[in-house]
């Protein structure tokens, strides 16, 4: 009896299932976790914004960045949120909540993180580099991070979801990137510039690796 061997042929391999390193689980948009979020980072900019203008005729903006004060670094943790006055405050609400929800959308607890390194790292830059003789404060460190961070994210995934968030954002707010520029003497373009800079570090640490592919041999 003849007996005929098969070689170098293998039954396909079944299609990979969802979880497996082939197919990496979706996340579901944590919509509601961000949208509170968003509203509860809106509220305490505006709460504490009242509270001083109110009950502290506006002394409570002495707690910005200070350039290289000695026993004011600390500071870094509070200035983002200070505003010198409701003008102020009003041109860094809609770009704050927005970049917020887009960034907080899709995963909180990263998020979180990231403006944490953008308060942290872009308020350390300042207070070392920022022009002496001078008070930094401002939401507008955490938009041009979180702009920053939005476009680092979608550079360094290089998803679909990814790309079209970082395109989105591009498109609403890419014009302030002059900001990051020396202009005029009253607005802090070192905060803007280390914002940006704290933001890009922030994707970087978040999402800079991707997950690998696994391998097909034929």
Request: positive net charge; glycine residues 14%; aromatic residues 10%.
């Amino acid at each position: 009896m003849a007996v005929r061997h098969t070689v170098g042929v293998r039954s396909p391999a079944p299609p990979p299932r969802p979880g497996s390193p082939l197919v990496p689980p979706r996340r579901a948009p944590q919509v509601r976790p961000a949208l509170t979020l968003t509203a509860a980072l809106i509220a305490g900019v505006w709460g504490q914004e009242v509270v001083d203008s109110v009950g502290f005729g506006g002394r409570l903006d002495a707690y910005g960045i200070e350039p290289r004060v000695p026993g004011t670094f600390w500071h870094v943790l509070t200035a983002p949120f200070l505003h010198a006055g409701f003008a102020h405050l009003i041109a860094n609400t809609v770009p704050l909540a927005v970049l917020t929800f887009m960034g907080a959308v899709r995963n909180v607890w990263r998020f979180v993180a990231a403006l944490m390194i953008i308060a942290v790292l872009g308020g350390a830059l300042v207070w070392l580099f920022g022009r002496g003789g001078s008070v930094h404060l401002g939401a507008s460190e955490l938009i041009f991070g979180l702009l920053a961070y939005l476009l680092g994210v979608g550079w360094w995934e290089r998803t679909p979801v990814a790309i079209g968030v970082a395109a989105l954002a591009f498109a609403l707010y890419g014009g302030i990137l002059w900001g990051v520029l020396p202009g005029n003497p009253y607005v802090s373009w070192e905060s803007h510039l280390f914002g940006f800079v704290a933001g890009l570090v922030a994707a970087l640490l978040l999402h800079g690796r991707r997950p690998r592919r696994a391998a097909l041999r034929g």
